[in-house]
């Protein structure tokens, strides 16, 4: 079965400081790769995708994220954090299993960002 | 261009009551996914129609049934109301016809107290 893992259940990181939220994936094929942000008492925000091509995908909130093949992960990057982004991030992978169209998400990383 | 909007935005029943809750997709898009979100499960997918046709549909009891109308209105009905039900509901829509490969617009969710 497919599976999508966010390690890290809670990251603090201090303002100005670079950030990596991880993801990992289990999947035969290339998987469509997203990464959405929920903030307290909202839906989910898309913050980026990846279907195919570089590697390297730019998002909202001057957020980037890394689809690395052969590690089976998208990690998601920010080289400065505000406030503003503390939330909570999920990593959401698509894919076809067994002829079926799936979206899983992970349980999602909250972030905390401290003065 | 208006977002997903959901209606309502809180909730509060009773054991062994029924619910109905709304959403209504951005104008164009013809994809609706429905999830349940609790602390301690994450985000479940619960099901996914497109042109009023279910999709695709997620390991929950019928209980839990939706629908979605000529205009892409979707709505989504919980049967005989469990404590377990008590989450926030999240309705999703895309541009495309599936949500594994398409970005989903959510909407602020409808929190469900069942006491």
């Known amino acids: 079965a497919q599976s999508v893992t966010q390690p890290d259940i809670h990251i603090t990181v201090s303002e100005g400081a670079s950030l990596e939220l991880r993801c990992n994936y289990s999947?035969?094929?290339?998987?469509?790769l997203f990464w959405y942000v929920q903030s307290p008492g909202q839906g989910l925000q898309l913050l980026l995708k990846y279907f195919s091509g570089d590697t390297l995908v730019q998002g909202i909130k001057g957020f980037e994220a890394e689809f690395k093949r052969s590690q089976s992960s998208f990690n998601l990057r920010k080289p400065s954090v505000h406030w503003s982004d503390a939330a909570e991030y999920f990593c959401?992978?698509?894919?076809?299993?067994?002829?079926?169209?799936?979206?899983?998400f992970g349980t999602g990383t909250r972030l905390t960002i401290i003065p | 261009k208006a977002g997903v909007t959901q209606t309502p935005r809180y909730l509060i029943k009773t054991r062994g009551q029924q619910v109905t809750l709304s959403c209504s997709p951005i104008?164009?898009?013809?994809?609706v996914s429905w999830y349940q979100q609790t602390p301690g499960q994450g985000l479940q997918f619960l099901f996914e129609y497109f042109s009023e046709t279910q999709r695709n549909k997620g390991n929950f009891p019928g209980r839990f049934s939706g629908r979605q109308f000529s205009n892409s209105r979707s709505e989504m009905n919980v049967s005989t109301l469990e404590l377990g039900d008590s989450a926030l509901y999240l309705c999703?829509?895309?541009?495309?016809?599936?949500?594994?490969?398409?970005?989903?617009?959510f909407g602020n969710g409808t929190r469900l107290t069942v006491t």
């Open positions: 999703a829509s895309s541009a495309g016809q599936s949500s594994y490969n398409s970005p989903l617009h």
């Open positions: 959401a992978v698509g894919a076809l299993q067994g002829g079926n169209e799936k979206l899983t």
């Open positions: 999947y035969g094929a290339t998987p469509y």
């Open positions: 104008s164009g898009h013809r994809s």
